[in-house]
């Protein structure tokens, strides 16, 4: 073989050595894509079919829906199988000892005495004295709603004795109490109901028609919704305001958004619903619901404007535009994309699983100081977890190279939640989550699968302010339909009385609306 032909032999396979490692990365590309989308169904089958609760541990007895296996097996029945059939015995939970008086303790009695039909003795004929009567049982009974008109009549007096002189003759007239609205039969318990139904029950408006016609007094959606609104405008808005007011004098909020439909809107397919919410420490718990056109950042600085605390939020970018206040980052966020990205038959010692454990090892660290002070949970912060949570931070930079992952997402995410993370420890009142505002949110999602959406901008409106009443009425220890009853009894009768008065931790309040 000549030196040319060894030359375009080396040549050809220098071209083929390229050639080959361009094929490998091309295959490592199409391998490391084919890897995110079988994580990505097995994440959505998870999320369709598997258990929506992050804390909720697997039942050893209860077969896995994802495991191909267990339906390839043949069927097996009692003559096929010779294998001795085990029953296992079940330990009977131990009743706990005064649940029923416990529970009975809060409602009117009614007592039944039961007499016999003849006190004629048998035997002798004669009359039989009572020697005791013992309680046989307890029994719970259900007494339906009644719709009632209640008459309202107005005397008029006048003085006979100035009648009989020929001078001018007064009259007085008794006074009536006010309905919250005018032109219409609704009392305050009626309108109070409907918005308890509403907004505490879930029930649309559609529903709540069909359910009152059953009480034999028609009330047409339309008349429903438009009861909620005028309410708010004349009585309720007034008062948020007020809440506002005391809400932005807490130096610890928490703050949440989600979409909201309203068909009237012709610019845009959705419009926001923002949530905005005291501290878990505040000594007055408020929770404002807020539309907002739109998810930008205009909406929380303007209602925001001129704040200076501390904000607790998800990792949305819209919060770190706000200035002036302390952005406070959610350890159950970034503790749920390391949750997410747990393959389905991980191990103990996977990244994705060790997350988590690492985040649950701070959240119950954290707990043990629920009970403490501010100032000593800030001392026990700095010096238990403030290490604990550098040593998480640690962790998560030593595995950030991890390409297009659930857990390279999980990491990058975490990483890129650390400086707020880390501001938690710089005053007792925070914590180490957001859920605070996250169940306040999920609240208006609920009711949201019911009924789908607003067709105006006023009833959106109104479904916030009312919202707002009914979650900061139950923050507050009280009934939010006895609260919305009080409201609408004496707001459209007050005269001097401030605002102040008649908000959820007013003593009077306090006194007659408790649950």
């Known amino acids: 073989m000549s030196e040319q032909q060894l030359a375009i032999i080396i040549q050809k396979l220098d071209k083929l050595l390229v050639k080959n490692e361009e094929l490998e ?20 089958t998870q999320q369709l079919y598997g258990a929506k609760k992050e804390s909720l541990d697997i039942n050893p007895n209860q077969s896995n829906l994802f495991d191909d296996s267990y339906f390839s097996e043949p069927e097996q029945t009692g003559e096929q199988s010779d294998e001795e059939v085990i029953i296992e015995k079940h330990s009977r939970r131990k009743k706990r000892k005064g649940l029923k008086e416990h529970q009975l303790k809060n409602l009117p009695t009614v007592d039944h005495i039961h007499e016999v039909d003849s006190c004629t003795c048998p035997n002798c004929q004669k009359s039989m004295k009572e020697i005791s009567t013992s309680l046989v049982r307890q029994e719970v009974r259900f007494i339906p709603a009644r719709m009632e008109n209640h008459r309202h009549f107005q005397k008029t007096y006048a003085c006979s004795n100035c009648e009989k002189t ?12 006010k309905l919250p609205l005018n ?12 918005m308890y139904q509403k907004f505490e029950q879930k029930v649309p408006a ?21 009861w909620h609104i005028k309410c708010s405008e004349y009585y309720f808005e007034d008062l948020v305001s007020e809440m506002k007011n005391e809400l932005l004098r807490s130096e610890v909020l928490h703050a949440d958004e989600t979409t909201f439909k309203v068909l009237a809107d012709k610019d845009r397919q959705k419009s926001y619903m923002w949530l905005f919410s005291a501290g878990k420490y505040a000594e ?15 909406v929380p600085k303007a209602f925001l404007e001129g704040y200076q605390g501390y904000l607790h939020s998800d990792g949305f970018s819209a919060y770190n535009k706000l200035e002036g206040i302390t952005s406070v980052a959610c350890l159950a966020h970034i503790r749920r994309y390391f949750y997410d990205a747990r393959p389905k038959e ?38 238990v977890l ?26 990058s995410y975490a990483l890129k939640q650390k400086e707020r993370m880390m501001n938690v420890l710089k005053d007792g009142r925070l914590v180490l989550s957001n859920n605070l505002a996250e169940r306040g949110i999920k609240t208006l999602v609920i009711g949201r699968k019911n009924y789908l959406f607003s067709a105006s901008f006023k009833g959106a409106q109104s479904n916030a302010t009312i919202l707002s009443l009914v979650e900061t009425a139950k923050a507050n220890g009280l009934h939010p339909r006895k609260y919305l009853e009080y409201l609408l009894t004496h707001l459209p009768n007050r005269k001097n009385t401030p605002l102040e008065a008649y908000l959820p931790w007013a003593p009077k309040v306090q006194l007659e609306c408790s649950i």
């Not at 020929?166 to 109490?177: A, D, I």
């Not at 032109?183 to 409907?194: D, H, K, V």
């Not at 016609?213 to 429903?224: E, K, V």
Request: glycine share 4%; with cysteine; proline share 6%.
């Open 346 to 383: 991980y191990r103990p010692d996977s990244p994705a699983h060790q997350g988590v454990v690492l985040c649950n090892e701070l959240f119950a660290l954290d707990k043990k100081f629920a009970d403490l002070s501010a100032k000593e949970r800030y001392y026990l912060r700095l010096k």
């Open 25 to 44: 990365k091309i295959i490592a590309i199409k391998d490391d894509e084919l890897a995110f989308q079988k994580e990505q169904i097995e994440y959505l």
């Open 284 to 298: 007055k718990p408020i929770h404002i619901y807020r539309l907002g056109p739109s998810r930008g950042a205009e």
């Open 166 to 177: 020929g001078t001018h003759t007064p009259f007085v007239k008794s006074e009536v109490p």
């Open 386 to 411: 403030k290490p604990k949570l550098e040593h998480f931070f640690d962790w998560c930079e030593s595995l950030s190279v991890l390409g297009k992952t659930k857990l390279g997402t999980a990491i």
């Open 206 to 226: 559609y529903r709540q028609e069909a359910h009152w016609a059953l009480l034999g007094y028609s009330i047409p959606r339309h008349n429903m919704t438009n």
């Open 183 to 194: 032109n219409t039969a609704a009392s305050a318990s009626l309108i109070a109901e409907t």
